[in-house]
């Protein structure tokens, strides 16, 4: 049986998550980094996210991200689901990953 873990060591059920108004959410993760210029001055930030598959994979493509990672998103908190990636990445771990895009250059918007 899936157990969802709280930060403060709570545990919630698969049943305590359909009550909590699910919903599934994809972040984009981009280590490279985004620069995005508003009225307000400039924001940086490592994701993007998206509420649809289709849309997360044409950002991912389109700003050559390194990861999706789906997540379950209710009141209680927030879980990773699936983590994707490129077909060449698979075999890379999170640090061998993160420095490979790291050293691209970062995203102007």
Not at 91 to 96: A, H
């Amino acid at each position: 049986m899936n157990k969802f873990l709280d930060k403060n060591n709570a545990i919630y059920y698969p049943k305590d998550i359909r009550k909590a108004n699910p919903r599934i959410i994809y972040w984009i993760i981009f280590p490279q980094g985004i620069e995005q210029k508003n009225k307000f001055g400039t924001m940086h930030s490592d994701m993007m996210t998206a509420l649809t598959f289709k849309k997360a994979w044409k950002l991912f493509k389109k700003y050559n991200g390194s990861e999706i990672q789906r997540m379950v998103q209710c009141n209680l908190g927030r879980w990773s689901i699936k983590s994707i990636c490129k077909p060449e990445d698979v075999n890379l771990t999170d640090d061998e990953l993160y420095d490979k895009y790291k050293a691209l250059p970062e995203i102007k918007l």
